[in-house]
């Protein structure tokens, strides 16, 4: 907090051109050094308070285009990422990379894609979903890698709990809001859910439902 008010964010004594440009490194240099994506809130701690953050960004992204790595929007932040086309690169190097990536299991990725899709819902829903029961353990294993978090009690009897996806799991693959979840049709060409599955289980959800009223 003190360091925050101690911080010269309008540079009024800077020329205009000089001014922006200080900003552009400050912003920059937040979203370097964070590990997880940045808030409008949090740059707007380091610049003047009629800065635009969404200009700023655009001419720190104009700046970087020939490098190999940009500043994207993911879970409602920006946060430097390494362009798709150096992956392989990254990947022959085998350096430590500032993001450890984790490794699902078929069915933990399916069980996450469901509950990405059909959230807030219940341990239930998704047994009912994939015809057999989802292990506790699956869903403490997703938690314990931060891309589920608890949602509100269901109303159904019982009050059982919910699941919702995480900012982190927006993070991790690249999102910056549920909208841009991709198409049912490339997560059924990947075989990581079935829509066939989804709606047998919707269906059998809503029958369950008609006949408890």
């Known amino acids: 907090m003190g360091d925050e008010h101690l911080l010269d964010r309008e540079l009024e004594d800077l020329p205009a051109d000089l001014r922006w440009r200080e900003w552009m490194l400050r912003?920059?240099?937040?979203?370097?050094?964070?590990?997880e994506p940045v808030s409008r809130e949090t740059l707007a701690r380091v610049v003047g308070q009629d800065c635009s953050i969404e200009l700023l960004i655009d001419d720190i992204r104009e700046e970087l285009r020939s490098r190999p790595y940009d500043i994207v929007a993911v879970a409602g932040g920006w946060q430097h990422r390494s362009r798709s086309a150096y992956a392989s690169a990254i990947r022959a190097s085998q350096a430590p990379t500032r993001s450890c990536q984790v490794?699902?299991?078929?069915?933990?990725?399916?069980?996450?894609?469901?509950?990405?899709?059909?959230?807030?819902?219940?341990?239930?829903?998704?047994?009912?979903?994939f015809g057999?029961?989802?292990?506790r353990d699956?869903?403490?294993s997703l938690r314990d890698s931060g891309f589920l978090g608890s949602g509100p009690r269901s109303p159904t009897p019982g009050a059982p709990y919910t699941y919702v996806t995480t900012r982190h799991f927006l993070s991790a693959f690249g999102l910056e809001?549920?909208?841009?979840?991709?198409?049912?049709?490339?997560?059924?060409?990947?075989?990581?859910?079935?829509r066939q599955a989804m709606e047998q289980g919707a269906t059998a959800e809503l029958e369950s439902d008609a006949l408890e009223d």
Not at 104 to 127: F, K, N, W
Not at 179 to 191: S, V
């Open 27 to 35: 912003a920059e240099a937040v979203i370097f050094a964070a590990s």
């Open 103 to 129: 490794t699902l299991s078929e069915h933990e990725a399916a069980v996450l894609a469901a509950i990405a899709y059909m959230q807030p819902v219940t341990r239930g829903d998704l047994s009912n979903l």
């Open 132 to 135: 057999k029961e989802v292990s």
């Open 138 to 140: 699956t869903i403490a």
């Open 177 to 194: 809001t549920l909208r841009e979840l991709p198409d049912l049709e490339r997560l059924e060409d990947a075989g990581l859910l079935s």
